[in-house]
């Protein structure tokens, strides 16, 4: 008998994606972005109506008319001073959805497994998610500044989210900080 050898038949594997994950994230990213243009548009209001009081308040105290030595700012946040800060707290939401669906993710897990590592990483993705909290107040706090405007013009710190301050900081952080958690978020689903 003569035995040929047999070659093997060679499989493709063809990448697939995990479409339930990359669905879980479209759902957070989509929350998190209608959440960000809610609270944006509120602080945005807030922020113009601080303004204005501010400036009634000063107008008040001088009889009716703002002296020009007196720098204050009497219009509301104009576009591009809106751009950024809104997407700062598009940003910070989205962040806070994924943790929120990490979050979620690993209870399921948990419940399952008592698994310590899991519950180890509760104890990092919950503070995560409480700090991202505090950076939406804080992102709020920034909308207002364009109201304080330094004396004299033009020697003022950076704080705001003009190039180099505080919110753009805050900004570029979260941006990582999102890609990182889609990351994980993704590679916990498989």
């Known amino acids: ?3 040929t050898p047999v070659a093997p038949i060679k499989e493709e594997k063809i990448p697939t994606y995990n479409k339930k994950s990359i669905r879980l994230i479209v759902v957070l990213m989509t929350g998190g972005v209608i959440l ?3 609270l944006s548009s509120i602080f945005i209001t807030e922020t113009n109506t601080r303004i204005q009081e501010y400036a009634d308040e000063i107008s008040d105290l001088f009889g009716g008319e703002i002296p020009p030595f007196v720098n204050i700012r009497l219009t509301p946040l104009s576009t591009t001073e809106i751009i950024l800060p809104t997407l700062g707290v598009v940003i910070v939401c989205i962040s806070m959805f994924l943790l929120i669906g990490l979050i979620a993710v690993y209870f399921k897990v ?5 698994s310590k590592y899991i519950l180890g990483l509760f104890f990092v993705l919950i503070p995560l998610f409480i700090e991202s909290l505090f950076l ?7 909308f207002t500044f364009p109201i304080i405007q330094p004396f ?3 020697h003022g710190p950076n704080i ?3 190039w180099g301050g505080l919110g753009q900081i805050l900004v570029i952080i979260s941006i990582f900080e ?3 958690l889609c990351i994980l978020l993704y590679l916990s689903n498989e």
């Open 1 to 3: 008998m003569d035995e």
């Open 152 to 154: 004299p013009p033009g």
């Open 160 to 162: 705001g989210f003009e």
């Open 36 to 38: 960000g243009l809610i």
């Open 110 to 114: 948990y419940a399952k497994t008592k």
């Open 136 to 142: 939406v107040y804080a992102l709020r706090q920034l």
């Open 178 to 180: 999102s890609i990182g």
